[in-house]
């Protein structure tokens, strides 16, 4: 497969990664289903996130990434974004295929939507799992972000590892009704951050197609795949608008 162009498929993750060249995408990023034991359903589509086991979930997510793992370049970066379900199992399966020296952050989206319960503390973040490919040579340009302190009021700051940035509302513009749509200004944030200008960002389970509407807006290539045939022609409908 060309490494020039940007392309999408309608196709599944291991199926599609079989066709990348080896070595040729400097950031991986994919938001999978997160084994909420639900279908999740939206105007625009729907997809089943229902593994009998989280177990079953972590072979599953075990076989891709291992698969994924060596069409990254050395340069190249990998952001697992997932939540309090998976996260510390994403994190050993992670430090086993890459090392734990490949770790670079845990990040934290913090939004403000979603219940409370009067048993836990209120469930307010994702976690997104940073790792590179090589810890002397990964990609890296420090995401800058309004100051919110008294002191810097007004001026950028660098971004922590704790990323405030709201979840889309049911109001929101970029809304397109496919299910667990992902803000357009987190994907900005994080390709910034981890892909060089022109490079290739890669997401196998790309839903509405955030990511790869986010990586045309900042000037990187994109390629990916989705097995719902609904979410493709939602992110073809979206890349097209940028057209
Ligand atoms: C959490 S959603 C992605 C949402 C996306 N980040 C967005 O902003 O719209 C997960 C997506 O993974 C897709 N998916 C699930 N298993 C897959 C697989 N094995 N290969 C490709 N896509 C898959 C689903 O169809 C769904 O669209």
Known sequence: MSNAMSFVENAEWLE?????????????????PF?????????????????????????????????????????????????????????????????????????????????SSPRRFARKHDDILFYCIDPKQYYFEPPMVPAT????????????????????????????????????????????ACCPANGLVYDPCFGSGTTLVAAKKTGRRYCGCDQNPQAVKVAQSRLAEID
């Open 149 to 192: 302190s008294n002191r810097l009021k007004g001026k950028l700051k660098k971004a922590t590892d704790v990323l405030d940035i709201p979840t889309l509302n049911n109001m929101a513009d970029e809304r397109v009704g496919y299910p667990t749509q992902k803000p357009l200004a987190l994907l900005e944030l994080l390709i910034g």
């Open 16 to 32: 599609f990664v079989s066709l990348l060249n080896v070595s040729s995408i400097d950031m991986f990023y994919v938001d999978p």
């Open 35 to 115: 084994n909420t034991g639900k279908k999740q359903s939206g105007n625009a589509g729907s997809y089943q996130d229902s593994w009998a086991t989280t177990d079953a979930w972590v072979e599953w997510f075990t076989e891709r990434i291992a698969a994924t793992i060596p069409k990254i370049k050395e340069t190249g970066s990998l952001l697992i974004h997932v939540d309090w379900r998976t996260s510390h199992r994403v994190r050993m399966v992670l430090d086993q295929l890459l090392g734990e020296d490949r770790f670079v952050n845990h990040l934290v989206w913090r939004y403000g939507l979603g219940g």
